[in-house]
């Protein structure tokens, strides 16, 4: 009798034990189809750029017969029809400046509607809103026409401009975070004597690193990305960004597309981790009671 | 409904009343300021607030009287004199007319603004006499602004930057959508009010009206479809990763991160080539014996509309696995173990704690999805502004509303028509966001946080 | 170190919630004062209206001589220690110490020099260096009150410290703070919701309830001479006991079977008029004995619950007048047992009384009403034919009187045993009952005329017995004059004839007063209120108007009026 008993249990454990391992076995096979999906495309693009033809229509299947550097060499060479350091030269010129400006801005106008309570303060909150439901075409096509006419806005401080100036009405993400910041502490801070602006300085800029780090990062790849305003701005080609540029090369040169995609993507990609990273540890250390 | 009309109908007559007892109680002071901007606080010697007062308003007089006044007529006429190239007769330029005009006006609300600001400060520099104290120096002032007005410090150029980016741009935009510019009324020939035509021609029989439905109908469907099937797949993908059982998971979040921080253009572009008529894809479909799909091309009225959906779950469903996966690190865990207790198998304790948990922390940004959906204009502006379709005014079938409008205004310069139909989807993609936003509990809750 | 003095303070949200209400206290220098009740009181709303962190909707606040009620909390010289510490996170603790030095813009070696002193006062110099989430709970607590003490402030406030600490640590840091106390010498504002904090650590301690003032006395005081029942039943642990009585000659009767016979000294305490009403009793836990069959008050059949905690053991047991079980303590051994049925018997001079409104019958007066005979002389008011204070009619709110009976009112702190001047008002009483308090005797007495119950305190050193007869002294202007009602006719200073009745009316943010006559509105704009007068269901408002010519308005008592308010005035419209 008991020993039958024993045979049951152990069965059932091994039921079990088996179930959960198909089960693991089950949800691998799911994350890897589902990342072979998300990086198939990508692998795409970085082989292509190192394909040795140029054009799209000589590779019959996906992958590239020969393989060369020609295409990333002739991006920095052939710069008579393409000049892709130029470009590169504007958008990161943008993307500093950009960086530089928005961060400001947008941390300022979080920070202040966060923490201080004045009578305009749902009336902005508000507004703000309903200005960002605009869709962003309307301020755009305005600019368009305006260059149009008069041919004004046709350089790359002007897309600084916009962009710093538009920035500040995203500014939710940041004031949730301040939000987190405990009152006691600016009270304290109060009653030992610091003005406003020094309560700024010196205790919410330190304690705002994470969102301060998050801002900069956002705002700095931003026009890395961007196509539609710098398209409609920047005429010349001598004033183009990465991303107008690139959009110029057609079909035929399509592994030169993939490699001034690939060369630009490799380093927000970078940016990218290291942000969810630095995102992730700050969250968790941030812990501002105490 | 009728309390409400009630309380608003109080509100208006005690406001006023209050009004009109100002002007009884209103002492020499205050009434100076009103006629003379700055001289009642002179009169309190405060000199610095004075002066920046008294500067407005002879900043503002000059400049009404030499540019405000003329371009502020300009803004309704648009102008009388039409230029003409042959004889080189240099005409009124309307579209500058509406700007400049626009800009006046908002000068002119500043400026009355200030004024009553004027007014305002002299009263209370009286209340603040009356009760003993004394009238506030400009040195002070100064002080303030580090301090207790520090936001206003801060708000300032944030502020003046969106007013002159965001506000007046739109505005123009939708003074523009009530004029007839576009095609072919455009400078140096003169442009017209025309009042509500354009949305007349929107929601008519016609060229255009036909298209706006369309579009609007396979808009809406998008809007949904493409949001649900992000918001679920990125759901599930944060629940499979989270799950104990998964090893080495900041690897497998790699890759979704990967497509994620790509920049859009570039992958969409990558994605046109591959689908293209004679792209990789439909290479590989013809050497092993089919024919081409036409995934892209004019034909491929649902084809295109599935593609551009995978595609945009492609590039989207990262970004709510993220979210997805910072709130489910929030749940407590204490819940399922109790849950485990009482006998809950992992499906129910899905249904019953995760998923409305999940829900519940997500919503708001469902709502914020759904408008930005709406407005996807990269998906199809990459993968198909080459093509327009048949029963398509300047468009296509997988064309979204704003796609519509960047083709009317940029490439064939029907600046009215698109003008009108952005507000249009203004009105619709605002309402139903402030609708729900106000609703929401974290707007209303958003105090209690502190 | 100086003292504090809250003088009418309110605090009304919007939405008329009253946070605080009409809050008066003179805090001492050097006094550790602690402001204790239930959540939601006002408490930490007081305390903050003192640090400048609420604005004051009404009333005054001085620190030292200073007004503060429009002065920064940076200029008021306070120091703050808050629940949650408040450190700041990014800087280290020497950081933290010197921050407020620092926005003083104080040199560094000062800094330094000072940081370094108090550190070693507080015993942490080895964690100077480092960053407050490194520290413990108790480590991190004594940071925040070096950073009090660092700057050396006019008080130190205290917004219950010691709640996010464990029970081990926070008896560790009561004693350490108390201690800090007698080191420093310094002005000690604590609030917390915890009693026992509340016993141990103050000189004095003040009850909130719902925003008003409970009580406030010496720990000692408050536990045996509570005021309310609420006062009686938070403070003491475990809770006094609270039973349902009727009173019919000299006892207490609890149910058909069981009575107390009041002591001598409680009859004599007592206010009169009480007979056969239904009157609160409370007993303390430790007020109850083991009796023996011959002499006890209660019978107990069965004991529900016997609890052991050492030295004392509390009993559950069931007692008539009351539902829930009565808790008895008893100073005994955890060896021994105890098995019911027991006999009780309770000390009956230390039973608590309360009339059906909560209120102690057995306290001292707030004012003691005294009869007189009163005649208008000229201007002047002449009381028993003897006393008379002169110009009355400029300051009494009647024109004449219905009788010649009426009352004055006197406070019980106000009566001495020496006559200081010679128009001091004199009146003869004979004690009753004595109470031996934290900083003065207590004495209960009544006059000859209709047994009116006085009372009166003086210093240890005097001494009287029952049946003593003592000459009272009351200067006076100490004095109020009333009605035979009880109904207040005069207020301390001058005030405008004639008083004028009127109504008013909130319209969107402001006030106005309203009035039938036109030329009166067109006369006076508006009216500045300079002082507010509460005579019970009315108000007495003293105000000027633009010209400077005083008006005195009577008006229903209205809790949104305070001093220094603007009212409007508009013409009233006669309905026909």
Sequence with gaps: ?290 | MKRAFRRLGIKISDSWTNFINFFKVANTNTKASMSLMGLGQFMYRQVGRGIMYLGVEILGILFFAIYGFQWIVGLFTLGTVQGDPWTGKQGDNSVIFMLLGLMSVFLLILFIALYISNVRDANNTSKLVLKGEKPKKFKDDLKDLLDKKFYKTVLFLPLLGTIIFSVIPIVFMILVAFTNYGEPYIPPVLVDWVGLENFVQIFSLGEIGPTFFKILGWNILWAVATTLLNYVLGLLLAILLNKKIVKGKFFWRLFPILAYAIPGFITLTAFKFMFAQGGPINNMITSNGGSPIPFLTEDGTWWARFIGLMINAWLTIPSVMLLATGILSNINSDLYEAAKIDGAGSARQFKDITLPFVIFATTPTLITSFIGNFNNFGVFYFLRSTVTTEGYFVSNDTDLLINWLYRLSIDNQFYSIGAAISLIIFIITSSISLIIYIKSPAYKKEDTFR | MAKVTLVDVSKVYKGNVRAVSDFNLEIEDGEFIIFVGPSGCGKSTTLRMIAGLEEITSGKIYIGDTLVNNIEPRDRDIAMVFQNYALYPHMSVFDNLGYSLKCHHEKKEVIKEKVNSVAKLLNIEELLERKPKELSGGQRQRVALGRCLIRNPKAFLFDEPLSNLDAKLRVQMRSEISKLHKQVEGTFIYVTHDQTEAMTMGDRIVVMKDGFVQQIDTPVNLYEHPVNVFVATFLGSPQMNIFKVTLKGDKLILDENTSLTLSEKTKNKMMAGYDEQNLILGIRPSDFDIASKEDYDFYVEKIDLVEKLGNETLLYLSLPGREENTIVSLKMDMGDDLKGPIYLKVNKDKIHLFNEDEVSILKINDYNYIPVTLKLEAADLIIDKKYTIKDFLNKSLVNEFGSDEGKIRVPSEAFKLNRENDDDFEVEVEIRAKDVRSKSNVYFARMKKDFIRITFMCDKDKHFKVGDKVKLYAPLNTLSVCDKDDNVIMVNDEISKPIIDVETKKIGQEFYVMHEDKAFVKAHKYLLVEKLYDLNAKMLLVSHDQKGEYLTLRIDRNDDFFNGMLLYTKVKKIKK
């Design chain 1, 1 to 290: 009798m008991k020993t039958m008993t024993l045979n049951r249990s152990s069965t059932k454990a091994m039921n079990y034990k088996v179930k959960k391992v198909l089960g693991a076995v089950a949800i691998y096979c799911v994350l890897i189809i589902v990342c072979a999906i998300f990086l198939f495309p990508c692998l795409w693009l970085i082989l292509s750029s190192f394909s040795a033809t140029g054009s799209l229509y000589d590779t019959p299947g996906f992958f590239p017969e020969s393989y060369s550097f020609d295409a990333f060499i002739k991006l920095f060479t052939d710069t008579a029809n393409h000049n892709y350091p130029q470009w590169l030269a504007n958008t990161l010129v943008i993307a500093i400046f950009n960086c530089i400006f928005s961060t400001l801005l947008i941390i300022g106008t979080a920070y202040v509607i966060s923490y201080f309570q004045f009578k305009a303060r749902k009336g902005l909150m508000k507004s703000a809103l309903v200005l960002s439901m605009f869709p962003s075409f309307m301020g755009m096509t305005v600019i368009y026409i305006l260059m149009t006419q008069f041919n004004i806005v046709n350089n790359i401080w002007g897309l600084v401009l916009i962009y710093s100036c538009t920035a500040p009405l995203g500014y939710l993400v940041q004031k949730g975070f301040f939000d987190t910041i405990p009152q006691s502490i600016y009270e304290a801070a109060k009653i030992d004597g610091a003005t406003n602006a020094r309560i700024f300085t010196t205790i919410t800029l330190p304690l705002a690193k994470p969102i301060i780090v998050y801002t900069a990062l956002t705002s700095f790849t931003w026009p890395w990305s961007d196509f539609i305003l710098p398209k409609l701005l920047l005429i010349e080609k001598d004033n183009w960004t990465v991303a107008v540029g690139l959009m110029q090369l057609g079909q035929d040169e399509f592994a030169r597309f993939a490699a001034g995609s690939v060369f630009i993507a490799v380093p927000i990609v970078v940016l990218y981790f290291f942000l969810v990273k630095y995102m992730v540890n700050g969250m968790t250390s941030g812990a501002v009671k105490g």
